[in-house]
């Protein structure tokens, strides 16, 4: 591991500042601290937010040309230093080495797609009512953004939000998840490293995340907040920033849906399950949550997903062919506990797992759920981990409907040959996201986002910098 970039200060104005307070950045696997990383409070979130201020008076003022030039120094710096930071990552979220080295890649990937797409933020001229006017659209960068992360891909969901705002001419003030600020860091040490002006990208640890949001959402100079996290918070950050009308993109919470249709091929079907399911641990809000198999086809599926899940090796994430790790902390395995210990008490009945690993007590082993029903718990919520629940259906509008009962609205998946189904389907689910005979759908060129109380805003494609930038409209006589 490269150890200059393994970073412990918070990073604000360009320089690497040390506080009075520390907390401890501990391996998910062994239990081991990592490092003290500084803690952040109120003085240094105001700190920072009057650095991307003052930097964003001259950064807005670039042409895109040179926005453009910095990202891509900052891409390929990313590139370069791919498996430092993969090391990097593993380390301190748990995650196995090549799931790390995809997330660097798939983040970096934002990062040139957006530098390409700041050269791409084009106005518009449109006729005037009484031909006496000109009417002129141009587009302008929001100003500083308030940019909170969560730990579970902690370097993709920087370069997802940061690519754009800089790209717009925003500056950023960014608060990682308190598990997971190395990789953070360390992409701010690379920032530097690409000549990315001090102000522009600012970077606060903390351990009391609700200190440093309600610093951002209280500041008139911040202009936009950009979340991904759960719900509960979500909905409190968008009451702060109701305050000053902050801007609100918000990526939330989900209960995907992984619906099998009885005229798929089967072996392509449990493929796309275990993809879904099964990255990082299950600690992804796209994951599939509930899984819902036709009735013809529900004991066949059962046995294969059965064969595939008692296969999979568990450990360290920098071991090889590794495929299940730590969850991230003792919550989350007492959540996964608390969900299966309910669901088997309301019936369901455990085909592979069920428990903390024997070998391993920061790990849940991978774990296959029959007989589930929607009074039960695990049904409704989402889960986090590696835990397959699996529910028969037997017709296309039951399925859709009860895929639908939820109050998330982020991905969903369907395996199905019927062409036709599918364009119903597009329509009637419920989300943002819908993957059709494919169990991976995340990438750089596509709008990722939800509906209903998974959020609001797109991240990503030629919609995701739009978010980042004010409309003005000039009437010219």
């Known amino acids: 591991m490269n150890e200059s970039l393994v970073k412990s200060r918070a990073f604000i104005n360009g320089e690497w500042v040390k506080t009075n307070k520390r907390f401890r950045v501990d391996d998910p696997f062994s239990q081991e601290l990592i490092v003290e990383v500084s803690d952040c409070g109120e003085e240094e979130a105001n700190q920072a937010i009057e650095a991307a201020h003052n930097a964003f008076q001259t950064w807005s003022k670039t042409t895109a040309q040179e926005r453009s030039d910095k990202l891509l120094a900052w891409y390929d710096l990313i590139i370069e230093n791919l498996d430092d930071l993969a090391e990097i990552l593993t380390t301190e979220q748990g995650k196995p080495l090549k799931e790390a080295k995809g997330e660097i890649q798939y983040g970096a990937n934002y990062i040139k797609w957006f530098a390409e797409e700041a050269l791409r933020i084009d106005g518009d001229i449109i006729p005037s009512p009484d031909g006496q006017k000109q009417i002129h659209v141009i587009k302008q960068p929001v100003g500083v953004v308030g940019i909170i992360t969560p730990w579970n891909f902690p370097q993709a969901m920087i370069a997802r939000k940061v690519a754009p705002a800089l790209a717009a001419g925003c500056t950023v003030v960014i608060k990682p998840a308190a598990e997971t600020p190395l990789s953070a860091l360390a992409m701010a040490e690379l920032s530097l490293q690409a000549g990315i002006p001090k102000g522009v990208i600012n970077l606060v640890p903390t351990s009391e995340a609700s200190v440093i949001g309600e610093a951002i959402t209280s500041s008139s100079k911040v202009r936009k907040i950009s979340f991904t996290g759960s719900t509960k918070v979500g909905k409190i950050l968008m009451s702060q920033a109701a305050e000053n009308v902050q801007r609100v993109t918000m990526e939330l919470g989900g209960n995907a849906p992984f619906i099998v249709f009885d005229d798929v091929d089967i072996d392509d079907a449990v493929e796309g399950i275990m993809a879904s399911k099964f990255r990082n641990s299950g600690q992804t809000c796209v994951c599939a949550n509930r899984v819902f198999i036709h009735e013809t086809i529900y004991q066949e599926i059962v046995e294969k997903l059965t064969n595939k899940v008692e296969s999979m090796k568990t450990g360290s994430g920098l071991e ?31 085909i592979v797992g069920g428990n903390v690993s024997d070998k391993h007590n920061q790990i849940y082993e991978p774990t ?38 939820t109050k998330a609205g982020l991905a969903a998946y369907v395996y199905t040959d019927d062409r036709h189904r599918i364009k119903r389907l597009s329509e009637q689910i419920e989300s943002g996201m819908i993957g059709f005979n494919e169990g991976i759908i995340s990438n750089h060129m596509a709008p990722f986002g939800g509906v209903k109380e998974s959020g609001m805003g797109r991240e990503g494609s030629k919609y995701g910098i739009s978010d980042y930038l004010d409309i003005k409209y000039l009437c010219i006589k």
């Open 320 to 350: 090889d062919d590794v495929s299940i790790t730590p969850l991230i902390n003792q919550a989350g395995i007492d959540k996964v506990k608390r969900l299966v210990q309910s669901a088997k008490d309301k019936g369901a009945k455990v």
């Open 368 to 405: 296959i759920l029959t007989d589930v029903s929607f009074d039960m718990d695990i049904a409704c919520e989402e889960i986090f981990g590696p835990v397959l629940s699996l529910i028969p259906f037997s017709n296309e509008e039951s399925v859709v409907e009860q895929a639908n009962a």
